[in-house]
Every structure is written in structure tokens, then in C-alpha cells.
């Protein structure tokens, strides 16, 4: 999970991402004061929004999340509202694509 938009993040561009998803989005999940238990929050040093090619920076980040208090929800956050970039629940962007991908196709074939 990223750090909340008033705070600096780890990498230039960093809280304005996270500023950008929590109010330009339509969120679907609205509630995020979850975010104030989360590891990550006190956290600098992490890349949640790693570029392309930064698989050292997303395996990082993951690792981090892996004893989150709060990973489960934070990957409930972004899948429920299908944000797609960043590290959130300790899941790269392409897992939680797959995921969502996955959940679309079960409830059209309902299972």
C-alpha cells in the first residue's frame, strides 16, 4: 500500500500518485482508514509505484507487505476499485490484473 498523499514519498511523484488515486478515482471503497495501521505508512525507503522494468523495486515493496496488519484489506482496496498500478496487499499490478481478470470471468460464467 502507498503512503497517504500528505506525506513525502520514498520517489519523486510518489504521494501525488497516491493524491491522484484516492480522489480522481471513483472509488467503489471509499473507506480508508485502514491506511493508518498499514507497515507501510511510517515506511520510507519503498517504492510502491515502481516503473517497468523495476522488478527489484516491486519485489522489494513486496516483501515489505508480506507482515502488513493490514494486507488483506489493502488488496481488497485496490482490487475493488481496480487500481492498477502500484504495489498494494503485497500484489504487483499484472497479479492483481490477473485477478481481477479471473474474478470478471467467474461471474460471467457464474461460478
Known amino acids: 500500500m502507498p503512503k497517504k498523499p500528505t506525506e513525502t514519498g520514498s520517489h519523486p511523484g510518489e504521494s501525488e500518485a497516491m493524491g491522484e488515486i484516492l480522489t480522481s478515482y471513483k472509488l467503489m471503497d471509499k ?52 487500481i492498477m498500478y502500484g504495489v498494494w496487499g503485497g500484489k504487483s499490478s499484472s497479479e492483481r490484473r490477473r485477478t481481477l481478470h479471473s474474478r470478471k470471468y467467474k461471474a460471467k460464467m457464474g461460478l
Open 31 to 82: 473507506n480508508t482508514d485502514w491506511m493508518e495501521n498499514a507497515k507501510c505508512h511510517t515506511k520510507d525507503g519503498i517504492s510502491w509505484f515502481p516503473e517497468i522494468g523495476e522488478s527489484h523495486l516491486v519485489s522489494a515493496a513486496k516483501q515489505f507487505c508480506s507482515d502488513c496488519p493490514v494486507q488483506e484489506r489493502c488488496l481488497k482496496f485496490a482490487l475493488d476499485n481496480e
